[in-house]
């Protein structure tokens, strides 16, 4: 007998059906809110979304509501870059990317060759993912495998969906990060039948960046693209200066950095480039072309001083961004921290990002640019039930700034900037409560 898990959440529903462009207030048909919305879940999926009026007189006798009025519930956040063997060197001072690797990240990365080590910070990261509304990352694990299996099984038995991948490296690193060629595809084949397609996970390739692998290695990866289109990639592109220098001199029959992904063929539809500070619109077209996404990183950006992340010039190009913590360069595992970096970037550059576009970017727009959207990123019938329920009082400042709303795109800027994980009341994965803020 197939026992039916379904209940309704009772509460202020927002969710975004298309980009809402760039205005202060969003292109029509692009947002759907619902003052006093009711969310009914099934089995792990969205069965209705409606005004509670409306769908109350449909709801069978005894159905379970949770009533969340004064609350605001969103899609789940997604993160499109964030490393999970970096969690513990979150906020290490004082270096830019280069010397950072060096000094902080390959010493710390060569503990998950431990089963033990990577099995206890996955957990430790997927509570502090879902303690800020995330419900979806694409990940870089370490070069290790168990590091992927590891991440990958507590991923599966919490019910997320997760993109994930072990790290290619055959060169420019410690001897106990780097792999081989052969050696590191094979371990990327067995790891793609252990775990891509199983449950909602989805395995990603994940050469590091060009410095640190083989053209035969790159090269390597690519066939296993071509010969599987449901894979993603991920991998960082043009972050900071001194990394355009050496991959010129790493890689001189390329013509740019972006080449050198291009010539293995790696850059596709499925293809994150992490960053992407340093390009020109040329190589943004290009991108655009093959229907790849740059991960926005403000706060990492910040801290490493890669430099100011220009958004208005891919959007002219067509080409997808979206947004990313990038721990442990980033410093904040938080979608709302991210928004209100990428905020204060914009403000820099002299183009702020509005709540709209925010919000849209960290559910929806996240969603599309992966390839999820068939799946999550909205709150919509026949999609996965995640979402985050979210407190516009969570904290006293919060409480007053936004009961001095009139408007919800002023109450959405206020999450937006003054947001933390307080502010996550609730996050609700795969029709399951996997974080309830305590009291």
């Known amino acids: 007998m197939t026992t039916t898990h379904s209940r309704l959440l009772r509460a202020e529903l927002l969710s975004f059906d298309t980009d809402p462009g760039e205005g202060d207030s969003p292109a029509a048909g692009s947002v759907r809110h619902l003052e006093d919305g009711a969310l009914w879940i099934e089995d792990g999926c969205i069965r209705a979304v409606?005004?509670?009026a409306r769908l109350a007189p449909e709801l069978p006798e005894g159905l379970e509501v949770i009533d969340h009025r004064g609350k605001l519930i969103l899609p789940g956040f997604i993160d499109s870059h964030v490393h999970y063997v970096q969690l513990e060197i979150i906020a290490s001072y004082g270096r830019?990317?280069?010397?950072?690797?060096?000094?902080?990240?390959?010493?710390?990365?060569q503990q998950f060759s431990s089963r033990e080590h990577a099995e206890a910070l996955s957990e430790a990261f997927l509570d502090e993912l879902l303690r800020v509304g995330t419900t979806t990352a694409q990940v870089f694990c370490s070069s290790h495998p168990v590091s992927v299996d590891a991440f990958f099984a507590a991923s599966h038995r919490r019910g997320l969906c997760m993109l994930a991948g072990k790290v290619l490296m055959d060169r420019h690193a410690p001897a106990?990060?780097?792999?081989?060629?052969?050696?590191?595809?094979?371990?990327?084949?067995?790891?793609?039948?252990?775990?891509?397609?199983?449950?909602?996970?989805?395995?990603?390739?994940?050469?590091?960046?060009?410095?640190?692998?083989?053209?035969a290695q790159l090269d390597?990866?690519?066939?296993?693209?071509?010969?599987?289109?449901s894979l993603w990639l991920q991998t960082h592109l043009a972050e900071n200066t001194g990394e355009l220098d050496w991959v010129a001199e790493l890689f001189p029959g390329s013509r740019d950095y972006l080449e050198v992904y291009e010539q293995s063929g790696l850059v596709g539809p499925r293809s994150t480039f992490a960053h992407g500070i340093h390009l020109d619109q040329e190589m943004r077209g290009r991108l655009a072309e093959r229907g790849a996404n740059l991960a926005f990183c403000p706060s990492s950006n910040m801290f490493l001083g890669s430099g100011l992340f220009d958004r208005q010039a891919p959007r002219e190009k067509g080409l997808a961004i979206t947004y990313a913590s990038d721990v442990g360069g980033g410093t904040d595992l938080s979608g709302l921290a991210t928004l209100k970096a990428a905020y204060q970037?914009?403000?820099?550059?002299?183009?702020?990002?509005?709540?709209?576009?925010?919000?849209?970017?960290?559910?929806?727009?996240?969603?599309?640019?992966?390839?999820?959207d068939d799946r999550i990123g909205r709150l919509a019938p026949g999609l996965d039930a995640d979402f985050v329920v979210l407190d516009p009082a969570a904290t006293p400042l919060l409480a007053r700034r936004t009961a001095r709303c009139r408007s919800l795109a002023e109450t959405l800027f206020a999450l937006m900037m003054m947001g933390d994980d307080r502010t996550v009341l609730e996050t609700w994965a795969g029709g399951r409560r996997q974080h309830r803020r305590e009291p």
């Open 220 to 229: 390597a990866a690519g066939a296993l693209m071509r010969n599987d289109a």
């Open 176 to 215: 106990a990060l780097c792999d081989d060629t052969e050696g590191g595809i094979r371990d990327t084949e067995r790891l793609i039948g252990d775990w891509h397609g199983k449950g909602r996970l989805g395995y990603s390739l994940t050469p590091r960046f060009a410095p640190t692998s083989t053209r």
């Open 50 to 52: 409606d005004d509670y």
């Open 96 to 109: 830019q990317l280069l010397d950072w690797l060096n000094d902080y990240t390959f010493p710390e990365e």
């Open 345 to 372: 970037v914009g403000q820099l550059r002299g183009q702020p990002l509005t709540a709209w576009q925010g919000f849209f970017g960290l559910t929806l727009g996240n969603a599309r640019a992966l390839s999820l």
